[in-house]
């Protein structure tokens, strides 16, 4: 039997990534006053992602409808790059200087 697809999470980015309502930072300026209190036991080498963007992005994801960690990385792959910059990730370049 194969798996079941997360299909909650396509229709909730269409909602949160919806060009007519932009996300704008105040919108989780709430979540991260919250998770900024969670203590980030990494190791400061190796580091890629900060953790608060990491933990705002997991939170999001099953607030519409992830429920596995699996779907929560789909979330983060699929989300518009605007959301991921308002959760804390860096933008990526534009496509055309990775190019070279």
Do not use: K, N
């Amino acid at each position: 039997m194969p798996a079941r697809t997360s299909s909650p999470i396509p229709s909730a980015l269409e909602q949160l990534g919806s060009l007519s309502d932009p996300l704008t930072s105040s919108d989780v300026v709430d979540l991260r006053r919250f998770l900024i209190l969670v203590a980030d036991p990494r190791d400061a080498r190796g580091l890629r992602y900060p953790a608060l963007a990491l933990l705002c992005a997991a939170v999001s994801a099953v607030l519409t409808g992830a429920r596995s960690l699996i779907a929560i990385g789909e979330w983060i792959t699929d989300a518009p790059q605007h959301v991921l910059g308002v959760l804390g990730f860096a933008v990526d370049p534009p496509e055309f200087l990775c190019l070279a």
